[in-house]
């Protein structure tokens, strides 16, 4: 299992026109031409890797959750033999707080669609996978989670995720200047998709959840005129 640099070949503190050259040169190695369709989901996390690595913010958030959390608990168990963490955090289904750090370390490690599955047999949103990890390791893991929620066009969970977030993140700031980019995803599946994911009643409700968060006057012009559509069409 590869974090995001072993999976481009690169150093730690490679450049970003080193990540873009060996970005090309995998790309090539894993073409389906060459290596079929059995390629395809090697070049999703390939791809995925690569977009993270190349912009600065994301990458200081990556490195940062990573360094924090998987290094943090590799450290505990890297004197002994053939040990495995994925595997130990695994064997211990009945354990909700190593289900928590299973979600965390498959989400880091490329391996989105086991992470979901878990969170989902954790009771996604219901889940309370939060009390289990860090503050911070919690609000990383979210924020991850919610882009792959939105990749797969489940919109309303990545809402109701980033709308905890940001209430967390206005009691005591911790992504700072990466906030921007999770305020700035949160208003665009409000934006381009929230209304189409969810029933009438549903909407209005997420959408009053937004007002209490210190958004701007413009933004809450915006909702409240898309409110009173949905308002119109709903009692009319």
Not at 24 to 40: C, F, T, V
Not at 109 to 127: F, T, Y
Not at 138 to 157: S, V
């Amino acid at each position: 299992m590869s974090n995001y640099y072993e999976l481009l070949q690169v150093a730690r503190d490679a450049s970003t026109k080193e990540i873009k050259k060996a970005f090309r040169e995998r790309a090539k190695q894993l073409h389906p031409d060459i290596r079929g369709e059995k390629s395809s989901g090697e070049m999703r996390k390939l791809l995925a890797a690569y977009e993270t690595l190349v912009d600065n913010n994301r990458r200081f958030e990556y490195d940062r959750a990573y360094a924090r959390f998987a290094e943090k608990y590799y450290e505990n168990f890297r004197g002994k033999h053939g040990f495995d963490y994925r595997t130990f955090l695994r064997e211990k289904k009945d354990d909700p707080e190593s289900q928590a750090k299973l979600i965390f370390f498959e989400l880091l490690h490329l391996e989105e669609d086991e992470a979901i599955s878990i969170w989902q047999r954790q009771g996604g949103l219901g889940s309370p996978f939060k009390k289990y990890l860090d503050r911070e390791d919690w609000m990383d893991c979210t924020f991850i989670l919610a882009e792959e929620l939105a990749k797969r066009e489940r919109y309303y969970e990545a809402f109701v995720l980033l709308i905890s977030l940001v209430r967390e993140e206005r009691q005591r700031p911790y992504f700072k200047h990466f906030m921007e980019e999770v305020e700035k995803f949160l208003k665009e599946i409000v934006r381009l998709h929230l209304r189409r994911s969810v029933d009438a009643e549903t909407y209005l409700d997420c959408m009053e959840a937004l007002f209490d968060l210190g958004f701007s006057a413009g933004d809450k012009r915006r909702w409240e005129r898309s409110m009173a559509q949905v308002r119109r069409t709903l009692y009319a």
